[in-house]
């Protein structure tokens, strides 16, 4: 099972990226898929997630600028992010577990990607 991120960077607050997640060595479409964050010093944190039915969570801090879509046809989750605020730069990760749960999580996390850099600064 291997998870690679791609599509961090720099911009400025107000602004956009979209995050990729590439699948593979798994059965895709039947894994919950999940974005999460990490401050420096702190513990990763649930940004949002997506359950192999479509379902979808989101942590409140980016309910309403931030959207989880699977490509499936690509094995690729990605995490569009709009609107974008200084509190947001962190390294975000990828993850694939079992079953969403709230969090928001992917219960059962069996892999991650190594993560890519987002930083939100003027």
């Known amino acids: 099972v291997t998870l690679v991120e791609s599509g961090g960077g720099l911009v400025q607050p107000g602004g956009s990226l979209r995050l990729s997640c590439a699948a593979s060595?798994?059965?895709?479409?039947?894994?919950?898929m999940g974005w999460y964050r990490q401050y420096p010093g702190k513990q990763r944190e649930g940004v949002a997630a997506?359950?192999?039915?479509?379902?979808?969570s989101y942590a409140d801090s980016v309910k309403g600028r931030f959207t989880i879509r699977k490509d499936n046809a690509k094995n690729t989750v990605i995490l569009q992010m709009n609107s974008l605020h200084p509190e947001d730069t962190a390294m975000y990760y990828c993850?694939?577990?079992?079953?969403?749960?709230?969090?928001?999580?992917?219960?059962?996390?069996?892999?991650w990607g190594k993560g890519t850099l987002v930083t939100i600064s003027s």
């Open positions: 993850a694939a577990g079992d079953t969403l749960v709230p969090g928001p999580a992917c219960y059962g996390i069996n892999a």
């Open positions: 060595g798994y059965l895709y479409s039947s894994y919950c």
């Open positions: 997506i359950d192999s039915d479509g379902s979808t």
